[in-house]
């Protein structure tokens, strides 16, 4: 159940302390622990966008203000700077339930790597309106023919990307990857002792592999709290997961995003512009498949070559001239 954020905020500006109880005390632990992920406390511990919350989850067994959190959240949470929480003093059942609830936020955070981050506190991702258009035939047909390449090639790089499937998920959301070593990178190394499930230094870049199986959008959310634009960079985006770094055809990484968010046709022209902008065309003309994702994927591109050379004959590509006898 989605903390019921609207119907809260209603209690806390008519003061209603009975209604908004009625509002918590549907909450689980499990659920207040999802309300504990945005507001801190280990992973966060460095911001000081939220600094009652960092306070309220140092080490056990200092007392937690539970009264001054309610208070921070409907400042933070709510939207609500003008502090309308603050002279409100939740019934003690309530301050109680939710001080036990925050007591194990704190405890699962010593012993549990993620927690759930359920919305975009940056609000910077667009909102997904339903799934958007798919690429077509004569989407390919037309970067093909612009690109003096064989449509059959460009499609062996999105089957090998995305698996030949949707560039965008059920929520249709861009798929995406969060790249742990790309984001220490970018944001200066500065987390890579309080968050290494985000950050990782650039020589233990295959330990980012660890973490392929985990939400990526909770990753990348996480991460956003901490630099939006080093998170948004360390993703790669859609059907041909590009980098957000490499935001070929965009002025920077946030209107690539959002592009991201529109349909598969900007993730096929997010493509052909990196692969012009990095030499890699020709590759993609002459079916090297190799150099092609030396470029494309870097020194560890584990056997992409030999993938798009059978998604490139599986989509149709002309089969290489077989050698002649001596």
């Known amino acids: 159940m989605t903390i019921p954020y609207p119907a809260a905020l209603g209690a806390i500006r008519t003061g209603s302390t009975s209604q908004l109880r009625q509002v918590f005390e549907a909450l689980t632990v499990a659920e207040s622990v999802e309300l504990g992920t945005f507001i801190g406390p280990q992973r966060l511990r460095a911001i000081t966008v939220y600094p009652a919350m960092v306070t309220a989850f140092r080490p056990l067994p200092e007392p937690i203000d539970t009264v001054a959190i309610l208070s921070e959240i409907g400042r933070q949470a709510f939207n609500d700077p003008a502090g309308l929480l603050l002279p409100l003093r939740p019934d003690p059942a309530l301050v109680e339930q939710v001080r036990l609830a925050l007591l194990d936020v704190e405890r699962r955070r010593r012993v549990g790597p993620l927690l759930t981050?359920?919305?975009?506190?940056?609000?910077?991702?667009?909102?997904?309106?339903?799934?958007?258009?798919?690429?077509?035939?004569?989407?390919?047909?037309?970067?093909?023919?612009?690109?003096?390449?064989?449509?059959?090639?460009?499609?062996?790089?999105?089957?090998?990307?995305?698996?030949?499937?949707?560039?965008?998920?059920?929520?249709?959301?861009?798929?995406?990857?969060?790249?742990?070593?790309?984001?220490?990178?970018?944001?200066?190394?500065?987390?890579?002792?309080?968050?290494?499930?985000?950050?990782?230094?650039?020589?233990?870049?295959?330990?980012?592999?660890?973490?392929?199986?985990?939400?990526?959008?909770?990753?990348?959310?996480?991460?956003?709290?901490?630099?939006?634009?080093?998170?948004?960079?360390?993703?790669?985006?859609?059907?041909?997961?590009?980098l957000g770094s490499n935001h070929s055809g965009w002025p920077n990484v946030r209107s690539f995003v959002e592009a991201m968010y529109v349909s598969e046709a900007n993730h096929l022209r997010s493509f052909v512009a990196f692969c012009n902008d990095n030499n890699l065309m020709g590759f993609v003309r002459t079916k090297d498949w190799l150099s092609f994702a030396l470029g494309y994927n870097g020194q560890s591109q584990q056997g992409y070559d030999q993938r798009m050379a059978t998604a490139y004959l599986a989509a149709g590509g002309t089969p290489p001239a077989p050698r002649a006898r001596r």
Not at 174 to 187: D, Q, T
Not at 216 to 231: G, H, K
């Open 117 to 242: 981050m359920p919305t975009d506190v940056t609000a910077t991702l667009p909102t997904p309106t339903g799934i958007p258009p798919a690429l077509t035939e004569a989407d390919y047909s037309t970067a093909a023919t612009q690109q003096n390449v064989e449509v059959a090639a460009i499609k062996a790089v999105a089957v090998v990307e995305s698996g030949g499937r949707s560039g965008f998920d059920s929520q249709g959301r861009p798929k995406i990857l969060f790249e742990a070593h790309h984001f220490s990178g970018h944001s200066g190394n500065r987390f890579n002792t309080t968050h290494p499930h985000l950050s990782v230094p650039a020589r233990q870049w295959r330990t980012a592999s660890n973490y392929y199986g985990w939400d990526q959008y909770q990753r990348l959310r996480e991460a956003m709290v901490l630099d939006v634009d080093a998170a948004l960079k360390s993703a790669s985006w859609g059907k041909f997961q590009v």
